[in-house]
């Protein structure tokens, strides 16, 4: 349980430092970018869990922020030039997690079949 608990408050720190950091310079600088991929790891390895619901559930979030950090909301009037930086840095902290979680889901349906 304590272990969900670090997860979980690796997880709420890499969206905080990925909304900040895209606010303040509008771009992934280069050492918030290595802590973000690290924290993304950290998070990845410590959700590998048995349970599949959860894994599954953690990669479709995963696919929906990948997406819309792709979406091209940079180029939106106004609001463009903070939302797109932002997802940018979020897709950033997630690949490394949500890359993580598909091998070991992989790996689940491999040792399965």
Known sequence: MKERKIGEWAFILGVLIAVISGII????????????ILLGLFVGLINLKKDEKRLTTFLVAAIALLLSGTAGLENLPLIGSFIGPVLINITTFVTPAAVIIALKAIYNLARKG
Not at 25 to 36: F, H, M, P, S
């Open 25 to 36: 310079t509008g771009r992934v600088e280069g050492n918030v970018a290595i802590i973000l």
